[in-house]
């Protein structure tokens, strides 16, 4: 038997994610001392303030235990965190950007991703008889001034039409929708792909029981996710998202922002939907 995406389990997904992590990782920040202090203690004091206003019982304890242990064991701290904490570092950190609004980077990011563009244009690496509605992806990449940023830097990766990620479900091309893209003289750029599906999160996992347990659902609305990047000029972690969602308004990883919202028309030639969106970088914080 042939193993399909439909085959996904959430330790494979979070195994990869987990080495993909490990990989990227030079090692930890140079932390000072008081600063960790600070932040384990206020951390630490935050939970004793809930076990004490809840009366957590000792088998709720146990159960936070064994939960805990089991994240691990499906490697799943990154899904978990990227979920349920990646938003609010993102809020913090970008705050003072005066250009595009961004987003989580979330778990399923590949760095160096092949350059599938010539003078702008492109199309992403897909199958054959790749599903779903073929999308035209077309802006400019600008400074806060207004001036194109040519040669800017435009890395997209997406779910396929049922929801599912190249290198993190089995039986997908390794580079299946992610590749580069490097706009023109002008920051122009035109990416040809297809639609991506809602994805749902893994539900056979440590999170996923978290999910059921709360009696939550597993949904993200369907987004791109995009890095943009230009010399002098922060880097932009986006996703773009698509009007009608069912869960535009309760993404589990709360990360819809309406500033990252598509227009999507359809396409003047008939097949499929065209949209346009620019980005304007902000000036490297340092
Ligand atoms: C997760 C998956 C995503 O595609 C995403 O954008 C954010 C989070 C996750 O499974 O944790
Ligand atoms: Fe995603």
Known sequence: MTTTEFDAKAADSGAGATA??????????????????????????AVHDVIRRHRVTYPEYDALKSWMIGVGQDGEWPLFLDVWVEHVVEDVN??????????????????????VSENGKGTLPQRADEAGTPLLFAGQVRDLDGAPLPGAKI???????HGFYSQYAPGLPEWNLRGTV????????????????????????????????????????AHLHLKVSAPGKDQLTAQL???????????????????????????????????VYDFVLDPETR
């Open 182 to 221: 490097v706009a023109d003289g002008e920051g122009r750029f035109e990416i040809t792909t297809v639609r991506p599906a809602p994805y749902m999160i893994p539900t056979d996992g440590s999170c996923g029981k978290l999910i059921s347990a709360a009696g939550w659902h597993a949904w993200r609305p």
């Open 20 to 45: 993909a992590f490990l990989n990227k990782q030079g090692g930890a920040a140079e932390t000072p001392p008081e600063r960790v202090s600070q932040l384990a203690t206020e951390v630490l004091t």
């Open 94 to 115: 970008n705050a003072h950007h005066k250009g595009n609004k961004g987003t989580i980077e979330g778990p399923y990011y590949v760095p160096d991703s092949p350059v």
């Open 241 to 275: 998202y698509f009007p009608g969602d069912a869960h535009n308004d309760d993404d589990i990883a709360s990360a819809v922002k309406p500033e990252l919202m598509l227009d999507p028309q359809p396409a003047a030639d008939g097949n499929g939907e065209t949209v």
């Open 155 to 161: 890395e997209i990766w997406h779910a396929d039409a």
